[in-house]
């Protein structure tokens, strides 16, 4: 059960000693610039790879083996979620590459970390 309280999220794990992060720390993370530079590098490479490939945005999905709605919510850059490492991997398959070869570009190398 979680309890809002002064703009952060008190839960019940914190007396079995979990914490869980404050609702003030998640909605800077999700909306830190870093974080949207890196999605943005992510969207560049998904996208390159789609056009490489002739495959549409719902194409690549259906291929992928994913609803083109979950593609589709990656890729609009008003959205700030990262996609997880199965959906990446998912892409992967498709495109014929692994991880390491995914992520290996100069933008996703090159976006900030801090």
Same mark, same amino acid.
């Given at each position: 059960?979680? =309890?809002? *309280?002064?703009?952060? =999220?008190?839960?019940?794990?914190?007396? !079995?000693?979990?914490?869980?992060?404050?609702?003030?720390?998640?909605?800077?993370?999700?909306?830190?610039?870093?974080?949207?530079?890196? @999605?943005?590098?992510? =969207?560049?490479?998904?996208? !390159?790879?789609?056009?490489?490939?002739?495959?549409?945005i719902s194409r690549l999905a259906i291929k992928?083996?994913?609803?083109?709605?979950?593609?589709?919510?990656?890729?609009?850059? @008003?959205?700030? @979620?990262?996609?997880?490492?199965? +959906?990446? *991997?998912?892409?992967?398959?498709?495109?014929n590459i692994t991880l390491s070869q995914f992520?290996?570009?100069?933008?996703?190398?090159?976006?900030? +970390?801090?």
């Amino acid at each position: 059960m979680k =309890i809002y *309280k002064n703009d952060s =999220i008190q839960d019940n794990d914190k007396q !079995h000693g979990k914490n869980a992060p404050s609702a003030e720390f998640a909605k800077d993370f999700s909306q830190s610039d870093d974080i949207v530079t890196f @999605k943005q590098s992510i =969207i560049n490479r998904i996208t !390159h790879l789609s056009n490489q490939s002739g495959l549409t945005i719902s194409r690549l999905a259906i291929k992928s083996g994913m609803p083109p709605a979950t593609l589709y919510d990656i890729v609009q850059t @008003k959205n700030t @979620k990262l996609p997880n490492l199965l +959906t990446v *991997k998912r892409l992967c398959e498709t495109f014929n590459i692994t991880l390491s070869q995914f992520f290996d570009t100069e933008e996703i190398n090159n976006s900030p +970390t801090d």
